[in-house]
C-alpha cells in the first residue's frame, strides 16, 4: 500500500509541477483608481483566485507603456500580453471596430449594451484576430455631451453657429458640419481657457472629465447637454501570440475573468458619473434633456456616407433592439 501512494503521490506533485506560471502584464493609459484599471484589477484578482496563483496579471496604469496605440501596436508584437484601449484607435488596425466611433449611433445606454453584447458587438470582438489581437470584453466609457458658456443647447437650431472645440477627427468635424456648428479644432489643455475668454463657445466630453475629478471644465461652461453624440465602448485585447501560448483551459479562464470584471468596471464608471453630475449641479451647471432622436436625423447623411466603410454594421447596429 505505501508504496503505491508513494508512487500517486509523485505522479500529483509531477502534474503540479507542470502546470504552467503565467505572469500577463496588462497596460492601461488611464491612472490609478479610474474605472477601466479597476476593471483590469477585477480581473487579475479573478485569474488568481481561480488558478490558485498560478496565473498572475500585472497592471501597468498611468501610461506606463505607452500611449493606447503604442500599447496596441506592442500587443500585436506580444511585448504586452493584455491591453485596454478605446476602440477608436483599434479602428486604425482593424476597420470595423471604428464604427462606434460615429455619432448618435446609439438611442440610448440599454441599446448600446445590447449591441455590445449582441451579435455585432461579438463578432467585432472575434474580428479583431485579423489585426493580430484577441477580443476578450467591452468596458463602459459614458457619452460625451456638448456644453457651453452662453447658450443652452436644447434643439439642433442652437448648435447653428456655435464655435465648439472638437478633436481632430474626420468623423467629428462630419458631424458637426451636419448640426451646423463651427468646429474648432485646439489642443485639449487648451480648451479651458478658450472658453473662458471667449476663443470658442462650448466643447464636449463626458461628466467626469467636464467635472471637478477632470479638466473642471464646469467652471467656465455652465449648461450641459444630454445630447450622447458618442457613446464609444473600451475594449480588453490579448496579443494572439500569448494567447496561442496559454492551453485551452487557460485560454477559458482568461476569457472569463476578462468577462467577470465587466460589470465591475460598469459599475465603477456608473458612480464616477454619477459623483461627477452631483458636484457639477452643486456648483450650479444646468443639466439639459434633449430629443435625441431630433440630432439623429440631423447626422443621417453622415452614417450613410460612412456605410461605405462599414457596410451593413451600421444598419445592424440600428435595427438591434
Given at each position: 500500500?505505501?508504496?503505491?501512494?508513494?508512487?500517486?503521490?509523485?505522479?500529483?506533485?509531477?502534474?503540479?509541477?507542470?502546470?504552467?506560471?503565467?505572469?500577463?502584464?496588462?497596460?492601461?493609459?488611464?491612472?490609478?483608481?479610474?474605472?477601466?484599471?479597476?476593471?483590469?484589477?477585477?480581473?487579475?484578482?479573478?485569474?488568481?483566485?481561480?488558478?490558485?496563483?498560478?496565473?498572475?496579471?500585472?497592471?501597468?496604469?498611468?501610461?506606463?507603456?505607452?500611449?493606447?496605440?503604442?500599447?496596441?501596436?506592442?500587443?500585436?508584437?506580444?511585448?504586452?500580453?493584455?491591453?485596454?484601449?478605446?476602440?477608436?484607435?483599434?479602428?486604425?488596425?482593424?476597420?470595423?471596430?471604428?464604427?462606434?466611433?460615429?455619432?448618435?449611433?446609439?438611442?440610448?445606454?440599454?441599446?448600446?449594451?445590447?449591441?455590445?453584447?449582441?451579435?455585432?458587438?461579438?463578432?467585432?470582438?472575434?474580428?479583431?484576430?485579423?489585426?493580430?489581437?484577441?477580443?476578450?470584453?467591452?468596458?463602459?466609457?459614458?457619452?460625451?455631451?456638448?456644453?457651453?458658456?452662453?447658450?443652452?443647447?436644447?434643439?439642433?437650431?442652437?448648435?447653428?453657429?456655435?464655435?465648439?472645440?472638437?478633436?481632430?477627427?474626420?468623423?467629428?468635424?462630419?458631424?458637426?458640419?451636419?448640426?451646423?456648428?463651427?468646429?474648432?479644432?485646439?489642443?485639449?489643455?487648451?480648451?479651458?481657457?478658450?472658453?473662458?475668454?471667449?476663443?470658442?463657445?462650448?466643447?464636449?466630453?463626458?461628466?467626469?472629465?467636464?467635472?471637478?475629478?477632470?479638466?473642471?471644465?464646469?467652471?467656465?461652461?455652465?449648461?450641459?447637454?444630454?445630447?450622447?453624440?458618442?457613446?464609444?465602448?473600451?475594449?480588453?485585447?490579448?496579443?494572439?501570440?500569448?494567447?496561442?501560448?496559454?492551453?485551452?483551459?487557460?485560454?477559458?479562464?482568461?476569457?472569463?475573468?476578462?468577462?467577470?470584471?465587466?460589470?465591475?468596471?460598469?459599475?465603477?464608471?456608473?458612480?464616477?458619473?454619477?459623483?461627477?453630475?452631483?458636484?457639477?449641479?452643486?456648483?450650479?451647471?444646468?443639466?439639459?434633456?434633449?430629443?435625441?432622436?431630433?440630432?439623429?436625423?440631423?447626422?443621417?447623411?453622415?452614417?450613410?456616407?460612412?456605410?461605405a466603410v462599414y457596410g451593413d454594421l451600421i444598419r445592424r447596429?440600428?435595427?438591434?433592439?
Amino acid at each position: 500500500m505505501g508504496g503505491r501512494f508513494l508512487a500517486l503521490l509523485a505522479l500529483t506533485l509531477a502534474a503540479g509541477a507542470g502546470a504552467q506560471e503565467i505572469t500577463l502584464r496588462a497596460a492601461d493609459n488611464q491612472p490609478e483608481n479610474y474605472p477601466t484599471v479597476v476593471g483590469l484589477r477585477a480581473m487579475a484578482d479573478y485569474l488568481a483566485e481561480n488558478s490558485d496563483g498560478r496565473i498572475q496579471m500585472e497592471v501597468f496604469a498611468g501610461g506606463q507603456l505607452g500611449d493606447e496605440r503604442s500599447t496596441i501596436e506592442q500587443a500585436q508584437l506580444g511585448v504586452i500580453d493584455i491591453v485596454r484601449t478605446s476602440t477608436s484607435p483599434v479602428g486604425e488596425f482593424y476597420t470595423p471596430m471604428g464604427v462606434f466611433s460615429l455619432p448618435y449611433l446609439f438611442r440610448d445606454e440599454a441599446h448600446f449594451v445590447s449591441v455590445l453584447e449582441g451579435d455585432v458587438g461579438q463578432e467585432l470582438l472575434e474580428g479583431l484576430s485579423e489585426a493580430g489581437l484577441v477580443g476578450l470584453a467591452y468596458y463602459d466609457s459614458g457619452s460625451r455631451n456638448f456644453y457651453t458658456t452662453q447658450t443652452p443647447i436644447r434643439s439642433v437650431a442652437d448648435l447653428q453657429g456655435l464655435r465648439i472645440r472638437t478633436q481632430e477627427s474626420q468623423v467629428v468635424l462630419d458631424m458637426m458640419e451636419a448640426l451646423g456648428a463651427d468646429p474648432v479644432p485646439l489642443p485639449f489643455a487648451e480648451v479651458y481657457s478658450a472658453l473662458q475668454t471667449g476663443v470658442i463657445d462650448g466643447a464636449e466630453n463626458n461628466f467626469p472629465s467636464y467635472g471637478p475629478e477632470g479638466v473642471r471644465h464646469f467652471e467656465v461652461a455652465p449648461y450641459y447637454t444630454l445630447d450622447a453624440h458618442a457613446r464609444v465602448p473600451e475594449v480588453v485585447m490579448i496579443s494572439s501570440s500569448t494567447w496561442a501560448g496559454l492551453s485551452p483551459e487557460d485560454q477559458a479562464l482568461v476569457r472569463e475573468a476578462a468577462q467577470a470584471s465587466v460589470p465591475v468596471q460598469f459599475e465603477a464608471w456608473a458612480e464616477l458619473v454619477e459623483r461627477s453630475r452631483r458636484a457639477v449641479e452643486e456648483a450650479g451647471s444646468e443639466i439639459i434633456e434633449v430629443d435625441i432622436a431630433e440630432f439623429q436625423a440631423a447626422v443621417a447623411p453622415v452614417l450613410e456616407q460612412y456605410s461605405a466603410v462599414y457596410g451593413d454594421l451600421i444598419r445592424r447596429i440600428q435595427d438591434t433592439e
